[in-house]
């Protein structure tokens, strides 16, 4: 496997597996007295981030490094991007520095899969606009697997702005190839214009949905959808969408409360929800550094591929 | 060791064909006999030792040492696992994945660890596994046991405790499993 | 020089015959009958005699965008794609929205190597706010004005443009797309567009203005002529607009009968055009609009970018492919229609939107200016988009394999393309 684009890109349930078993191994790493292996020494992985975020980026950083891989970081705000130097021209550039691997993260869909039409080396997809944030969606199904057991036939509702998100995306993605059961929560104007040939059942009533979730998966809800006028409040929108102390109550016990971050409390979740124990925000954040660790290995430390 | 040889060598994927049996199910019962005594003797006494088998074929192996050292000197011994796929030198050249998880239940430091593997070869792995324990502490001393000792050693390791020495071509291959060990060569399926 | 066009099969709007037609030293056609010789003769045996195309709608690029295309280039392209006349669109910097541009243009196109008319702005600056100075247009030869790059989106100042207009004798066109539904898309607005994570161009964008227009055309008793039409909608409102006897006609362009949605699925913004590709059913439905008639004619909308602008992130990239060079042989090769319909599609027709069919668009007879293009309808070639004559590179066809060529161009009789290259 070149390049980590999309959740597709695995092959499959079985692709999927792979990763977790990988991942598994290095979450034992990351429990040693020193929580380095030499895999990819003498690798060097660049992160190319158009966008801010530092929480992905950190965390890809925790994974290289972990692997002893070098890293460089292609600060978006100070360089020749903004001289109008182009996306082509910029990753030619890195590449020609001598790079493994091109971690991307840009607001246009499609970017990472532009990129790696310019390039030889590696690219890994750490988010493109709306579209796909394959390394988030195998966090959190490793992080459903961890707590349920598997994800293979969970029901897992995604809340929220699933139209602009490319978490939701990836996650329809890697949960339904996994087998479980998707439906997705959102008021008609948060949802993609069509949902022809996507696996997902849809509601717009996250009351009913709650008692028959195994997961509730929660997006987070930006100001600026007010201005778009796709919804007319965010009071409006947590009165109906919002995972308050109430809606938690009705809950099974075992259901897990998720949210890929950062989380605006008070609004898609409350804050005394966000820190109950069935909240596994902060697993998936530390799970995040043994996929990534997973994926990188993947991509660059296991050796040609000799079908 | 046989499946890590199985993929990293051509024909790679291939079946495993055995030609003749070099040792019998009660020949390495002998031998895991004879080498807890060895190790007892040399480290007068099981103070401190930990044995780690190496994935996947040393596992087995070492659970069984541990009995057998249990057995002599009424004293449990640690037992750990080690898979070393992170450390290998030839990450990039092959496919290399984890066979199972590394799982080491104490700190190593000051502790006397005994590697454990059901074949020596180049030495390649024993080299990967010395890398790796670094990670879990800092031991006293690290001994290897084998249980076949098959020559063609790339680097410069020897094993303290060994259960046969066994002349081979580079060619062949060596094959430890629970009837005894059998020796033969790699066939695509 | 007289020049004899020997053996070929001749096509135009009165039907087909074959013949051999003599091009005079004026540069009219001096006899067209069997066996007929001249000063130089030109083999089209095999191949089709027919009155050189006329494209409806070309972006030249030039005034101001000179690194995508110039008049020049462009009129090179229009050439070797069969080409005796385009019909250049006002969305340069500056506009064409005053004689001074018009003039400026003009000039340039008079070393063209086809005709290069000029449809001016609407409004001010395209602005949508105010009418420009059409009469003071009309009088230096505009016969066609359009906001093209925009739609014109108030209506009060669309009726008013449709009264204006119809009293000066010229042809009102309409890019259709309404700006506050299509804000924000960079792709048709459907299945792919949310799979892909695009903000999408809903159907109804072009649709809502063909609506509008349709209405003010019946209000006012103006004429009006829809641009690139990409929605099975938008053709059938057009369908039923003429059935009711209203003055309308409709262009569609050749990627709108040839390609779709789908086609985005790469995020390469070679496939990235406004009104954007759209779903097999309007593929299906604009076909058979060119067929039936409810279309009159195919129009390129010849967009040429910069490498560089088509190699930004998708929605980065300006909106736009080349046509002029791959128009014909996409007609002749994806249409189910007969060549004499592809032609009448392509010549005799948009000549008569453009109000240019005094001197372009056929018939082929005895004293007509001899603008005239020689095409073998079977050869076939693979688009190599840097052999194109275009400034830009811009085309989605890149690798395809095409039948029906070019062969020979003739403007105003002078042999402008000569065994498929430019003479100049």
Redesign the interface.
């Known amino acids: 496997m070149k390049h980590l684009l999309s959740v597709d890109d695995l092959g499959g349930r079985d692709g999927i597996e792979?990763v977790f078993?990988?991942t598994?191994?290095f979450v034992?790493?990351g429990e040693?007295?020193?929580?380095?292996?030499?895999?990819?020494r003498g690798k060097t992985i660049v992160w190319l981030f158009y966008e801010d975020s530092t929480r992905t980026r950190l965390s890809f950083e925790q994974a290289a490094k972990r692997?002893s891989a070098d890293t460089m970081n292609f600060s978006v705000g100070s360089s020749s991007v903004n001289k109008g130097e182009s996306l082509r021209d910029t990753v030619q550039t890195i590449e020609a520095m001598g790079v493994d691997c091109i971690v991307v993260r840009h607001s246009s869909a499609g970017a990472p899969w532009q990129v790696a039409r310019w390039i030889e080396a590696s690219v890994v997809n750490a988010g493109d606009g709306w579209h796909e944030h394959p390394t988030q969606a195998l966090l959190d199904s490793y992080t459903i697997r961890r707590h349920l057991g598997g994800v293979a036939g969970k029901r897992i509702a995604i809340v929220g702005d699933i139209k602009h998100s490319r978490v939701a995306r990836s996650d329809v993605l890697a949960f339904s190839t996994l087998g479980a059961d998707v439906t997705l929560v959102a008021p008609p104007t948060l949802l993609p214009p069509s949902l022809d040939g996507w696996p997902v059942a849809v509601t717009h009533d996250l009351d009913a949905i709650l008692p028959k979730c195994d997961v509730v998966y929660l997006l987070r809800m930006q100001r600026e959808r007010m201005t778009e006028a796709l919804i007319p409040s965010l009071r409006e929108y947590t009165a109906g969408y919002g995972l308050t102390k109430r809606r938690v109550e009705r809950l099974d016990e075992s259901t897990l409360v998720m949210h890929p971050g950062p989380m605006n409390r008070g609004v898609e979740i409350a804050a005394e929800v966000a820190d109950l124990p069935r909240s596994v925000v902060i697993d998936q954040v530390r799970n995040g550094v043994a996929v990534r660790m997973a994926v990188l290995?993947l991509l660059?430390?296991?050796?040609?591929?000799?079908q | 060791m046989a499946e890590r040889e199985r993929r990293s060598t051509p024909p790679?994927?291939g079946v495993f064909v055995a030609r003749s049996r070099v040792m019998e199910r009660d020949d390495i019962n002998r031998a895991l006999w004879r080498m807890a005594h060895e190790i007892i003797e040399r480290n007068h006494g099981l103070d401190g030792v930990v044995l780690i088998g190496l994935q996947t074929g040393g596992v087995p192996l070492a659970r069984r040492l541990a009995e057998a050292l249990d057995q002599i000197e009424g004293h449990p011994v640690d037992v750990g696992s080690l898979?070393v796929?992170?450390?290998r030198d030839?990450?990039?050249?092959?496919?290399?994945?984890?066979e199972a998880?590394?799982?080491?239940p104490v700190?190593l430091t000051g502790s006397v660890v005994v590697l454990v593997d059901d074949v020596l070869f180049t030495g390649r792995t024993i080299r990967a596994a010395l890398?790796?324990l670094?990670?879990?502490?800092r031991p006293r001393a690290v001994q290897l046991a084998v249980m076949v000792d098959r020559g063609h050693r790339e680097l410069p390791i020897r094993p303290d405790y060994v259960g046969k020495n066994l002349p081979t071509r580079r060619d062949e291959v060596v094959d430890v499993n629970e009837d005894g060990v059998d020796l033969g060569e790699m066939v695509k399926p | 020089m007289t020049i004899v066009l020997r053996g070929g099969r001749l096509i135009d709007a009165t039907g087909e015959r074959s013949g051999d037609v003599v091009i005079g030293d004026d540069g009219r056609i001096a006899a067209v009958g069997p066996d007929l010789s001249a000063d130089r003769v030109i083999d089209a045996s095999g191949c089709v005699v027919a009155p050189g195309l006329v494209d409806l709608h070309a972006h030249l690029r030039e005034p101001g965008n000179e690194e995508a295309e110039t008049v020049e280039t462009g009129s090179r392209a229009a050439a070797l794609g069969g080409f005796t006349a385009v019909v250049a669109m006002p969305n340069t910097d500056p506009p064409v929205d005053g004689a001074g541009v018009v003039r400026e243009i003009l000039d340039l196109g008079k070393a063209g190597l086809c005709d290069v008319h000029v449809a001016g702005a609407i409004t001010v600056g395209r602005r949508g706010e105010q009418l420009a100075p059409m009469a003071e247009m009309a009088g230096l030869g505009v016969r066609l004005f359009t906001d093209d790059g925009r739609g014109v989106q108030d209506s009060r100042l669309m009726r008013r443009a449709l009264e204006y207009a119809s009293g000066l004798g010229v042809t009102l066109a309409q890019h259709c797309e309404d700006e506050s539904l299509a804000a924000g898309g960079h792709m048709h607005e459907g299945e792919w567009s949310s799979r892909l994570g695009i903000p999408g161009v809903p159907a109804e964008a072009e649709e809502l203005m063909v609506m509008r227009d349709i209405a003010l055309a019946r209000l006012t008793g103006g004429a009006v002529h829809f641009q690139h039409l990409s929605t099975a909608g938008a053709i059938a409102m057009v369908r039923a607009a003429k059935a009711g006897g209203l003055r309308v006609t409709a262009e569609a362009t050749p990627h709108h009968f040839t390609l779709t949605d789908e086609c985005c699925a790469g995020y390469d913004p070679a496939f990235k055009v406004n009104p954007p590709l759209r779903t097999p059913a309007d593929v299906d439905a604009v076909r058979a609009g060119l067929a039936d008639g409810v279309i009159d004619a195919i129009a390129t909308d010849h967009a040429p970018h910069p490498q560089e602008a088509k190699e930004r992130p998708f929605d980065e990239a300006p909106p736009g492919m080349l046509g002029l060079e791959t128009a014909l042989a996409l007609a002749i090769t994806e249409l189910d229609v007969d060549l004499s319909a592809v032609l009448a599609l392509l010549s005799w027709s948009p000549a008569a939107i453009a109000r240019i069919d005094d001197t372009h668009g056929g018939p082929i007879v005895e004293g007509r200016p001899a603008n005239l293009c020689v095409i073998d309808p079977l050869a076939t070639w693979i688009v190599d988009p840097s052999a194109l004559a275009s400034r830009s590179r811009n085309t989605p066809y890149a690798g395809r394999r095409l039948t029906g060529r070019v062969r020979h161009t003739f403007l105003w009789g002078e042999p402008v393309v000569v065994d498929g290259e430019a003479v100049r």
């Not at chain 2, 030839?90 to 984890?98: A, E, K, T, Y």
């Not at chain 2, 670094?134 to 502490?137: D, Q």
């Open positions: 792979e078993r990988l598994d191994s034992e790493v040693r007295q020193i929580p380095k292996v030499p895999a990819l692997l290995y660059l430390g296991s050796g040609v591929d000799l | 790679f994927g898979d796929a992170f450390h030839d990450i990039g050249l092959r496919p290399v994945l984890p998880v590394t799982n080491i700190d890398d790796a670094t990670s879990f502490g």
